[in-house]
């Protein structure tokens, strides 16, 4: 059940983080952290149970009303990005890890406790890393809508000026007719060169 048990279970303040594009072939990594103020009030009115099974339609929505709360000073979130430059140059979960901590500078808090959707660490005093904690945590679910809906957004700004590869559809990631068109027209500045298959296409001068 996705809820706040993990964040009543650990002192203030907790934030919650999460990532999307970790995958894709083109686009930033986008990371989100989420600080709730009042478990008990908005426990009931945060409508997620599984943050990856929302349609476009209702992360739309949802991020509507978290923009909401944030007026009503009840949720404090900030984003993160690593550049394609950044991913090529120190890898993915490397540029993860750094748009998560450009995250956390954005909050004024002194010691935060942070709870984090994966495995791995930080390296910050206190942190805890949740395997699926996008179905457990509603601070982590809120934080993984909230990236994915900016994230989109910016593919799909990209995406009026490289419309041969379909990023308004697939966010960069690498299907069928995006794969198609980077075989077709070569690579962008914000395609990933040290990933597959445009690292191969690219040593065999194909592209």
């Not at 949720?75 to 993860?96: H, K, M, P, R």
Request: glycine share 6%.
């Amino acid at each position: 059940m996705t809820d706040f048990s993990i964040e009543k279970s650990i002192g203030e303040p907790v934030i919650g983080l999460d990532e999307v594009g970790r995958g894709p072939l083109a686009g930033p990594v986008v990371s989100c952290g989420c600080y709730f103020s009042n478990y008990d009030d908005l426990e009931s009115e945060i409508p997620i149970t599984d943050s990856k099974k929302h349609t476009a339609k209702q992360r739309e929505k949802l991020f509507l009303f978290f923009k909401k709360l944030q007026k009503e000073k009840k949720l404090q979130y900030y984003l993160g990005y690593a550049s394609v430059e950044e991913i090529d140059t120190i890898n993915i979960l490397e540029a993860t890890k750094l748009s998560m901590r450009r995250v956390i500078d954005k909050f004024n808090f002194e010691n935060p406790h942070l709870i984090i959707d994966g495995n791995f660490s930080l390296n910050y005093q206190n942190e805890k890393s949740i395997v699926g904690g996008d179905k457990k945590s509603l601070s982590i679910a809120s934080a993984s809508i909230i990236a994915k809906v900016h994230r989109d957004r910016l593919m799909g700004i990209l995406n009026t000026k490289f419309t041969v590869y379909d990023w308004k559809k697939n966010a960069g990631y690498g299907t069928k007719k995006h794969i198609d068109a980077i075989h077709k027209h070569g690579v962008t500045q914000f395609h990933r060169k040290s990933f597959e298959p445009i690292k191969s296409l690219l040593k065999k001068s194909i592209i």
